[in-house]
């Protein structure tokens, strides 16, 4: 039964993620619902066993169908897989208790500019051009890549606000080199974790194959109805984040 449970939970984050981020928001409250007693880094190295699969295929899908930037993203995976294994290491040493605080605020600014901004990520028209994009790309990938070791809620949704803000990319754009970047942080924190023994493959293994096969779904969904739709996840998504990250950090016991 819990095996089933956790396929569905696993199908619908590939299909969330896959299209604008967040899946975590997803399977990580159904993996402490179903097992309250494990370990919390058992339970999050799982959640990336499954997670990495899905963002990787997902990625392969819109790399088909979208022109990607790859100079600059290969500067910038290479410094996202270094930024996520420096933030996992640091959060062996520094508590992120005052960053849970402030996520909601932060998210709730990128929502307020994303919903008074009607025109960003509409239109595709990169700013950059050559060693310019390639050390913007880089920074993106250094910047949410330590985030997502340290902390991680979000990532992708972050990953998407800058290659749009700051890159001039539209949303289908941003989310398809987002998924790239995210594959990359997710391989390096599941390093971590599986290194010291928390990932319960027996479970990873089933849920990477549902969120696999919800990634696909999502990126050809969102391949189909183009950057407006995209946007318009990607506002509801950061909505979720926003009351979720909220509870956690100010009314959660």
């Known amino acids: 039964m819990e095996g089933w ?3 569905l939970a696993s199908l619908f984050a590939g299909f969330v993620d896959s299209i604008v981020g967040g899946g975590g928001l997803v399977l990580v409250p159904v993996l ?9 880094a058992t339970l999050l190295g799982t959640n990336k066993s499954a997670s990495v699969w899905g963002t990787a295929a997902a990625g392969a899908q819109f790399a088909r169908r979208v022109r990607l930037r790859w100079p600059a993203l290969g500067a910038g995976i290479g410094a996202a897989f270094a930024g996520a294994l420096a933030g996992a290491w640091t959060v062996s040493l520094v508590s992120p208790a005052a960053l849970r605080k402030l996520l909601p605020f932060i998210l ?4 307020l500019y994303t919903l008074a901004r009607k025109d960003l990520g509409r239109e595709h028209a990169p700013r950059l051009a050559g060693r310019a994009e390639i050390g913007a790309t880089a920074a993106i990938g250094a910047l949410i890549g330590f985030y997502d070791g340290f902390f991680g809620p979000g990532t992708g949704s972050f990953f998407i606000f800058l290659f749009v803000r700051w890159l001039g990319y539209d949303f289908l754009n941003a989310s398809a080199s987002a998924k790239l970047l995210n594959t990359t942080t997710n391989a390096g924190a599941l390093l ?4 010291k023994g928390h990932v319960w493959w027996h479970y990873g293994l089933l849920m990477a194959v549902a969120n696999v096969a919800g990634s696909i779904l999502g990126a050809r969904v969102a391949l189909r109805h183009g950057a407006g739709f995209v946007r318009k996840v990607f506002i509801g998504v950061v909505g979720a984040l926003i009351l979720r990250t909220g509870y956690d ?4 016991g």
């Open 5 to 7: 449970w956790l396929g």
């Open 32 to 40: 402490f619902a179903t097992f309250p007693g494990a370990p919390a």
């Open 108 to 111: 709730l600014g990128l929502l």
């Open 192 to 195: 971590l974790f599986a290194l």
């Open 249 to 252: 950090a100010f009314l959660r």
